[in-house]
């Protein structure tokens, strides 16, 4: 059964600095597509980082220079770290993950972690 568990949201002073995780249960970790979404209250979910069919990966001009995806292969877990946050930066991150599997275009969501940015 495939998972997806989202940890290290919390509260952070602007210009602070938090580490996402997400942990992959299941044998999608190797391939496919993965990144991370967020949510603010009363709007839609955006896309915050992707990685792409081409390997690279695709950043919110928002988050550009601030946020950075990466991997641990062997452990599976994808992790977002965010540098210079702002109260803009407050909402509910997600982790994604998309590919193609026995014919079949799948995703996958994670619950979510909160993530909030004020003084």
């Known amino acids: 059964q495939v998972q997806l568990v989202e940890a290290g949201g919390g509260w952070v002073q602007p210009g602070g600095s938090l580490r996402l995780s997400c942990t992959v249960s299941?044998?999608?970790?190797?391939?496919?597509?993965m990144g991370w979404y967020r949510q603010a209250p009363g709007k839609q979910r955006e896309l915050v980082v992707a990685e792409t069919n081409g390997g690279r990966t695709n950043y919110a001009d928002s988050v550009q220079g601030r946020f950075t995806i990466s991997r641990d292969n062997d452990k599976k877990v994808l992790y977002l770290s965010m540098d210079n946050l702002s109260p803009a930066d407050t909402s509910v991150y997600y982790c994604?993950?998309?590919?193609?599997?026995?014919?079949?275009?799948?995703?996958?969501w994670g619950q979510g972690t909160q993530v909030t940015v004020s003084s």
């Open positions: 994604h993950w998309a590919g193609g599997l026995r014919g079949l275009a799948l995703e996958y």
């Open positions: 299941g044998s999608i970790f190797s391939f496919g597509r």
